[in-house]
């Protein structure tokens, strides 16, 4: 059975005024890092993005070449924590070194195949891409008893926009 997310009730806009704005994101949470530096209880503040837009920047070309590669990476890793693990509950002390570069092996080989296989059973774009919501500008809020505080020590610290 799935279990849900609580469900978290912000407060209305109009109970939050801006405290500062930015145009990045980097910015405001610089903004409210500097807050919590000065004991500002920052658990009463957020951040808001306005004007989202999707970005979705290509990385290059889908291969199977790059597929097989991601998946070994990805496998090498896994393998490289198995082989490590496996002297715990093998008992065998003596051949750590075999255990680890024998999990390696396998991890890659095993990777680098269901990197393949989920290449060429997917038949999506034949790109690589990352994607990202960025907005064009970034308000800092709080709840109105302490937006007067969390306002001055930005302006004070010429940390307000």
Do not use: C
């Not at 806009?13 to 807050?35: H, N, W």
């Not at 990385?59 to 393998?79: D, E, P």
Request: glycine share 14%; net charge neutral.
């Amino acid at each position: 059975m799935f279990k849900t997310a609580p469900t978290v009730i912000l407060p209305a806009a109009e109970d939050r005024p801006v405290i500062g704005t930015y145009t990045t994101a980097e910015q405001a949470k610089k903004a409210v890092g500097f807050l919590a530096e000065n004991g500002f209880p920052v658990e009463r503040s957020a951040i808001v993005g306005h004007d989202l837009r999707l970005v979705e920047t290509v990385m290059g070309r889908a291969t199977a070449g790059r597929a097989a590669g991601a998946g070994a990476a990805t496998g090498l890793w896994f393998g490289l924590m198995i082989g490590l693990l496996m002297p715990l509950f093998t008992g065998s002390t003596g051949s750590t070194g075999a255990f680890v570069l024998g999990g390696i092996a396998y991890g890659a080989l095993f990777g680098a195949v269901f990197g393949l296989v989920t290449y060429l059973a997917n038949k999506g774009p034949g790109f690589v891409s990352q994607q990202a919501v960025i907005a064009d500008r970034y308000d800092v809020v709080a709840d109105a008893a302490v937006a007067d505080d969390a306002r001055n020590l930005l302006i004070k610290h010429n940390w307000r926009t």
